[in-house]
């Protein structure tokens, strides 16, 4: 095709989660103009471990139609109020990244610099005394709650843990309902354009020969049309983020089951939680350099809560991203755009925006380069920002009980990064950046939880006494955990709203 070309056919390469919340948007959104097909092959694997989210997927599913209970159902869903962080600032340490705001922010003036002020002056109070979410999520409650009851304040923020290739098929059955063709096979051959290097058809083993105008590549690490076919080059970060192995195995299922994530620092990584209405996510992210594969795998199998369902699978991979998402007539989505390890559950949420990016973005009347540049752009900043708040976990360690945590606590970081840990430190501010996912109180959590200790607070704080302060932060801790203690079980919600087959 050429660059002008109107765009009629597209084409997603593979399935799985990337490829189905490809397909599920692009249907909802532009089904009426485009026919698109999706090729995808049973005899190759998926990754498909990608169970923990973050509340953003809440919109996404609305966005698509779908009905949450019966999403649940299907999926062996769960709700997520957070993530629990054991063991990374020092061992035996724990703090939450509960979702949703701490405690009622001022003008000008985020709320962790009023409890900022109170310790200084001896509050023994934790931060978390301040979270609705933290408060629910460590009593296993939970109910849909948008605010709370007789006061001002926001009622609790969720996302969702499921079966990663459950909602695939979910998804599928409403790509097809609604028009998405898919095509079975595995792909033989790739044929580019000679005059300007564009894909222009795929060959299956079967000889079918499927063409396209623009082709989603959702192959996975392997990157079958972005960096197979185009050569598109990828930008290393294991300097930064050193985990390079994953062993992933599921167990039986654990009660009650806790409404949150689980992200356990051991020797040379840290292991996940996962906890699904029929089983248990679990693995073990690790760095080869310092920790073998046999030596991981069973220090994975020794710490289980569960009997294992199977045995564990080891994935690879090297953290980066490719260097242009969206090269000529691909874009990459999922996997096959880069990898970032899932310590913050961002895993499908890149799905989710790689795939909205495209829409806001879609080249109706064929492919121009500035809306590819902005597009790769976006995508640049998103990982960017995303990654260093991953960094952010690995460099604010305070453990020295192996070498893999001291390399990780003296290495180099992005200088965007030192400075954001440089500014809390000095000031207790943090700031958020252009369309930065992760919000101040998300940074202000890991800082807090891992250690970092503001010298300085804002001075609005000072417009309270010390009387109205210790008022203030005891009616808070109060409402939040009154309110939270009265609410159901989050048991008895999966129970009540989306109790899924066994």
Known sequence: MSEQQAIKQVVIVGGGTAGWISAALLVKMLGKSLNILLVESEE?????????TIPPVIHFNEGLGLDEATFLKETQGSIKLGIQFENWGQQGDSYMHAFGNFG??????????????????????????????????????FSKIDTIPQVNLPGLVYAYHFDASLYAKFLRKHCEAMGVKRIEGKIT????????????????????????????????????????????????????????RAWAVPTESVKPIVPYTRSIAHQAGWQWRIPLQH?????????????????????????????????????????????????????????????????????????????????KNFPHQGIKSEEVAEFNRQSQLEFEHIR???????????????????????????????????????????????????????????????????????????ALTDTQLSELLDYLKTIFSATATKLP??????????????
């Open 104 to 141: 009622k922010d001022y003008p000008f003036c985020t709320f962790h610099h009023f409890w900022l002020k109170a310790k200084q002056q001896g509050l023994t109070q934790d931060f978390w005394d301040y979270s609705f979410n933290y408060q629910a999520a460590k009593h296993n409650k």
């Open 44 to 52: 190759i694997g998926i990754v498909g471990v990608g169970e923990a």
């Open 388 to 462: 260093d708040f991953i960094i952010l976990h690995y460099k604010l360690t305070q453990r020295t009980d192996s070498k893999f945590w001291r390399d990780c606590q003296q290495m180099d970081v992005p200088e965007r990064l030192l400075q954001k840990i440089a500014l809390f430190k000095a000031t207790g501010k943090v700031y958020r950046e252009q369309d930065e996912l992760f919000s101040p109180i998300a940074w202000i959590q890991v800082m807090l939880g891992q250690g970092l200790q503001p010298e300085d607070y804002h001075p609005i704080v000072n």
């Open 189 to 244: 051959h790739v044929a580019t354009s000679e005059s300007n290097g564009y894909v222009s058809a795929l060959t299956l083993a079967d000889g079918q020969v499927i063409s396209g105008d623009l082709f989603i590549d959702c192959s996975g690490m392997h990157g079958l049309l972005i960096e197979q076919t185009l050569n598109t080059g990828y930008e290393d970060w294991s300097h930064w983020l050193p985990c390079d």
């Open 279 to 359: 089983r248990t996510g679990n693995g073990l992210v690790f760095s080869s350099k310092y920790w073998s594969e046999e030596a991981a795998k069973a220090h994975l199998l020794a710490n289980l809560d569960a009997p294992a369902l199977a045995e564990p699978r080891l994935i690879k991979f090297r953290t980066g991203r490719r260097i242009k998402q969206w090269h000529r007539n691909v874009v990459s989505i999922g996997l096959s755009s880069g990898f970032l390890e899932p310590l913050e559950s961002t895993s499908i949420h890149l799905i989710q925006s790689g795939i909205i990016r495209l829409v």
């Open 489 to 502: 079980l989050h048991q008895q919600f999966l129970q009540d709203f989306c109790k899924a087959e066994s």
